[in-house]
């Protein structure tokens, strides 16, 4: 006798399915939208944002922060350092460490980049009124915090 038939909820109707599918959609809008208004990839574009607004960082930090794993974060890093956006500069409480932070051509290259994710917030948000805007911003807060306890000992890099 072969066991009972499990009823699965479709695919396309689950949340990871559905959340995957939205960042797939968004990034690949994303990114044009990086190189278009700020002149730099989209992970470039993350990393500067995210150095523009928790600086000083080390390169572990960013890569945390910028929700890139820490190859991917390094890369960034580099061709942000070779286009004159980023300064490198040893930590002075430990001479292998690196702090992260914006060259002037950096700040106005990250108020670009800042414009361009206040923008593609607005037209991703575009279908909520504002109560809804604020109620999904409260469900993903709580969704994200959720799933930083579940994932334990895994820091946001999934390492």
């Known amino acids: 006798m072969s066991p009972p038939r499990r009823s699965f909820t479709p695919l396309d109707q689950t949340t990871t399915h559905r959340l995957h599918t939205l960042t ?22 993350r990393c500067l944002a995210a150095i523009g607004a928790f600086s000083p960082l080390s390169v572990n930090e960013l890569a945390c922060q910028s929700n890139l794993n820490k190859s991917q974060a390094s890369r960034a890093v580099q061709a942000l350092v070779d286009k004159g956006l980023v300064l490198k500069t040893t930590r002075a409480s430990d001479a292998r460490g690196v702090v992260l932070s914006l060259t002037p051509l950096g700040r106005s290259t990250w108020q670009r980049v800042m414009a361009v994710v206040e923008r593609r917030n607005a037209e991703i948000e575009s279908c909520f009124s504002a109560a809804e805007s604020r109620q999904f911003h409260a469900l993903l807060a709580r969704l994200v915090e959720h799933a930083r306890g579940a994932a334990g000992t895994l820091d946001d890099t999934g390492e």
């Open 24 to 45: 797939k959609i968004t990034d690949r809008i994303s990114q044009a939208a990086y190189l278009d208004d700020a002149g730099i990839p989209i992970s470039e574009g």
